[in-house]
């Protein structure tokens, strides 16, 4: 049986990873190198070893990362972006998370929504020099709230409600922590990507995290948001209830072939996102990590799933100089 020693921690000053960390270190003495391509972060001082690395689109990306990989004698990468997982796989370095062909689904809305229809929201896809005053009225615009999102997006990045006729944009500019609103106007003057016009959705946003092994679940945490700050999750509740969301589950799992930790978003039943990695909101304290690492090893994940509340909080961490 294969056995992780060595982890490479991509993203490794991202919010979430003090917290995956700590769940890493309480499954095992692993030695763990973190990489991020930020000069200062939390990660030099926490990990065993720390690199800052170019952007994953950088063309010395993947040359960098190999030769750490090769030096740091590291089994495993784990906790990147999606596409530079995919770019890692693509080159011949060990990931734990789903294969790049279903990755290139995931990463993909379009792609996504076209997969799985009887879940999806009302969307059109718009291009610059689309007529988009057009889709919107096909969508329902003004009587309906519309927002968009890139058709390939990276971490919320893009996101934005469309403004309606009572738009206050003093207000929203001026008084308001949330100035993800634009006028249809607005839009039109921009040079944008391929987009996603799309209805607006409202009501709880459940979180539904999962660890597969080729197409099949093995662990199912269902949660729901109960405050969001820049797109992560601070406060989720376990929930036993949305029972039905284990049948999209299996249905979503089994078409896509998804492996190891995945997971996706439901918001008045309707979907908002599948991700072929593990969420930058997984719930620690539910052995989701380190059941991926037992899969990976070919062992058995425990299975039973806690129900808890889930706070994430800042601590700062003092260095002296």
């Known amino acids: ?30 030695k763990i190198v973190g990489v991020d391509i930020k000069d200062i972060s939390h990660a030099q001082y926490l990990f065993d070893k720390y690199y800052q690395v170019p952007k994953y689109d950088d063309p010395n990306y993947v040359k960098v990362i190999s030769e750490i990989f090769r030096n740091e004698l590291i089994d495993i990468c784990v906790f990147g972006s999606t596409r530079e997982m995919i770019q890692l796989q693509e080159n011949g370095i060990p990931c734990l998370m789903s294969n790049p062909d279903t990755l290139k689904i995931t990463v993909d809305k ?15 896809p718009i291009c610059k020099g689309d007529d988009i ?20 997006g ?28 634009i006028t249809l106007e607005e839009l039109d003057t921009l040079e944008f990507p391929p987009l996603l016009l799309m209805e607006k959705l409202e009501g709880k946003n459940y979180h539904v995290d999962i660890l597969a092994n080729k197409g099949k679940i093995v662990k199912l945490v269902i949660s729901y948001r109960i405050e969001e700050i820049m797109g992560l999750g601070y406060c989720l509740n376990t929930t036993t209830e949305k029972s039905e969301y284990v049948e999209i589950a299996n249905n979503i799992v089994s078409k896509l072939q998804l492996n190891y930790n995945c997971f996706f ?10 991700g072929g990695r593990a969420a930058g909101s997984v719930p620690i304290g539910q052995d989701m990590i380190g059941g991926a690492i037992k899969l990976y090893e070919g062992g058995s994940p425990n299975t039973e ?6 706070l994430r909080y800042w601590k700062p961490l003092f260095i002296l100089r």
């Open 265 to 274: 978003q439901m918001m008045g039943d309707k979907l908002l996102e599948v």
């Open 154 to 181: 990276s971490g919320g990045r893009g996101f934005r409600v469309i403004a309606g006729k009572d738009y206050d944009k003093t207000n929203d500019v001026f008084f308001s922590k949330d100035t993800s609103k």
């Open 305 to 310: 799933v806690d129900q808890l509340t889930f």
């Open 110 to 124: 379009f792609k996504t929504y076209s997969m799985f229809p009887e879940y999806a929201p009302d969307f059109i």
């Open 133 to 152: 005053y057009e889709s919107a009225k096909k969508l329902g615009y003004p009587e309906k709230e519309l927002c968009f999102k890139p058709q390939i």
């Open 1 to 30: 049986m294969k056995r992780i020693k060595n982890i490479l921690y991509l993203s490794a000053g991202s919010h979430g990873s003090p917290g995956v960390l700590q769940e890493l270190r309480d499954f095992r003495d692993f």
